[in-house]
């Protein structure tokens, strides 16, 4: 009986090899999906309301992504009409859920990033309409000043939200 077995599988085997060349449009196994070589990210900026600041400009520069390789992926972000080279937003118009766009649906190779950076173009008291500032209530200007040494650019937490943070 052993060797009938063996006979009827070994034919099994030859008749699925018939010379025919049609294929069937139904598959009995699974497919894997493609893996995606790019993918898209947008990104926009919020702040919290506070007091006694009438307004808080920060000039970007750029946006830096540093791939799991090493790899760095640099988002230039100038002004939206590209008349500066650097793009003002007052954060204050954009508190809590109110969120400026400063890129959407950029190209990136999809993988895992180890880190993400905001250039910020530091204030400068001579050149207010080019750089980071705020505005007090009372009318008067201040240069804001990005401390980089101190920068933490951001955290995945364990909910796999992304948090960017800066510590003074």
Known sequence: ????VTLATFMGLLSGCGGGSSSSSTSTQPTTPP???STTLTLGVSDAPVTNIAA?????DKITLRASG???????ISSEDGSK????VNLLQYTGDDIHQLFANQQLEAGNYTWIRADVVNGDSSDYENTSHVIYKDGTYAPLIVNRKRQ??????????I??????
């Open 70 to 76: 090493g790899q760095d992926t640099v988002v230039d």
């Open 1 to 4: 009986m052993y060797k009938y």
């Open 56 to 60: 808080v400009w920060v000039a970007f």
């Open 35 to 37: 893996v995606a070589e």
């Open 163 to 168: 948090r960017f943070s800066y510590r003074n």
């Open 152 to 161: 933490r650019w951001y955290r995945r937490d364990s909910t796999r939200r």
């Open 85 to 88: 080279s650097v793009r003002l």
